[in-house]
């Protein structure tokens, strides 16, 4: 919906403003004018121009009417079509491998139809509006003629008068037409102002607080905090309480869908608690400048994402000011050992690299500069074991920062400092790899799980 706002809705405003500076400037000096002269002829036939006026108003708001709920529909149906193309899209991979073309297609395939549908009916009614307009023009030409012929037979009326009065009309109506053209988009633009109105008066939910500095080694402290995902019924998270520490390792470990990376997103406001309270410091996370709060800490999302461009490029994300000596630094300590220099081509989304590189060239980009706290996303799932270890051991070089590691395997968190377990959105249990082994039946079943898996790989 936001594409489509953003480009269809604003293009048919963009249409409006060039006909207001064009045809609605125009118009109405041609009609008036004429309106005038009209009436300065002295004659009897003024009647005729208001029973045409009348007629023509008549014919456009018949049109107007049946027309008006027809263009919410469409660019509605617009959405639909964009949503569903970029599933298709997007979903490629997917629907070749179980091989839902068929399916995909049908589903395209009605949508579009209904937006034909839609289309067919408001534009018979819309193009049926200039033939009757014609037909209501030419049915006054001739009332002028057939009125007008009755006063040149008795000499009250000049030849050149009446033909003086077809002409001007000829240009009222016109200048009707004119103004009807546009009326008839103006439902339309109507509908699409307000949806372009409703993203610009869409309030932001996370805003800015007041304070603009944080001390030095922060500490981040979650108490309390509960999450409800907007329109879900159920709470994602429920009651977390942790805190990180400078020069300490956090690890959360737990099933898929335990809310593991919604406590991520919480640390950077990517999202809000919707109860409970973070802190920094023993200040609320809320009150705190989101730029300030932001710079102190590195976010490695789930997904690697790389942007168009090249290796540096990527990697001043990370700092903008990096130079070329930080940047091959970071590249060593995240294993990119397939780097050959640093103007290397980054296609769109990183397609030229594998699931594997891209996340080391994401690792990379998020240690290359100074921050109070790493939070890693699950982003070493595609490293081979020796890559993970050598990587995780120059990620003790962080002495005074605090590191959250969200992962699903248990050689990513085994040596982390405390190692919270999460179920169902809540914590269920916390300590060190050896104690939770003993105590907590969810991790040892995780680690008996995949160690088994390891040996039947073996």
């Known amino acids: 919906s936001l594409i489509t706002r953003s480009t269809n809705d604003i293009n048919q405003l963009q249409n409006v403003l060039g006909m207001i500076f064009t045809t609605m400037l125009f118009a109405p000096i041609l009609g008036v004018g004429s309106i005038i002269k009209a009436f300065e002829l002295g004659t009897d036939l003024s009647w005729i121009i208001l029973v045409t006026f009348f007629a023509v108003v008549l014919l456009l708001v018949i049109v107007i009417v049946r027309v008006l709920p027809y263009f919410k529909i469409t660019q509605e149906i617009i959405d639909k079509i964009n949503r569903t193309s970029r599933e298709i899209l997007i979903g490629m991979p997917v629907i070749k491998a179980f091989v839902r073309q068929d399916f995909e297609e049908a589903k395209f395939q009605k949508v579009n139809r209904e937006f034909y549908d839609v289309n067919i ?38 030849t050149g008068q009446i033909i003086a009065f077809i002409q001007y009309s000829t240009q009222i109506v016109t200048s009707f037409l004119m103004i009807g053209g546009f009326m ?50 159920k709470e994602t998270l429920k009651d977390i309480n942790f805190s990180l520490k400078p020069g300490k390792t956090t690890a959360i470990i737990g099933g898929t869908g335990s809310g593991k990376s919604t406590i991520l997103n919480l640390i950077p406001r990517l999202q809000d608690p919707s109860s409970g309270e973070i802190l920094i410091d023993n200040r609320n996370i809320k009150n705190f400048n989101l730029k300030t709060l932001r710079s102190r800490i590195s976010f ?37 050992d397939f780097v050959d220099n640093l103007e290397e081509e980054v296609t769109q989304g ?39 270890r050598k990587v995780k051991n120059n990620l003790k070089d962080l002495n005074d920062s605090s590191i959250l590691i969200v992962s699903q395997r248990i050689s990513t968190i085994m040596d982390a400092d405390e190692i919270l377990v999460i179920d169902k959105g809540e914590i269920v249990d916390r300590g060190t790899h050896d104690g939770l082994l003993e105590s907590c ?18």
């Open 121 to 158: 009916y408001v534009f018979k009614n819309m193009l049926v509006m200039l033939p009757l307009m014609m037909l209501i023009m030419n049915f006054m030409i001739v009332l002028i003629l057939y009125y007008g012929a009755f006063g040149a037979l008795d000499g009250s009326l000049l």
């Open 184 to 233: 008839i988009m103006l439902p339309r633009i109507l509908v699409s102002g307000r949806r372009v109105s409703e993203v610009l008066n869409t309030e932001i939910t996370i805003t800015d607080g007041d304070i603009t500095s944080i001390g030095e080694n922060p500490t981040i402290e979650f108490k309390n905090v509960c999450y409800k995902y907007p329109g879900s019924e």
């Open 300 to 336: 490695t999302p789930q997904k690697a994402i790389l942007f168009q461009g090249d290796i540096k490029s990527n990697m001043r994300i990370g700092k903008s000011d990096a130079t070329d000596e930080e940047i091959k630094n970071a590249l060593d300590l995240a294993q990119v």
């Open 350 to 388: 990183g397609s030229n690299f594998s699931g594997g590189q891209k996340q080391r060239l994401s690792i990379a980009r998020a240690i290359i500069g100074r921050h109070d706290f790493y939070l890693f996303d699950d982003c070493f799932s595609a490293l081979d074991m020796n890559t993970e």
């Open 441 to 458: 039946d969810i991790y040892r079943d995780i680690v008996k799980t995949q160690i088994d898996s390891m040996e039947a790989t073996l």
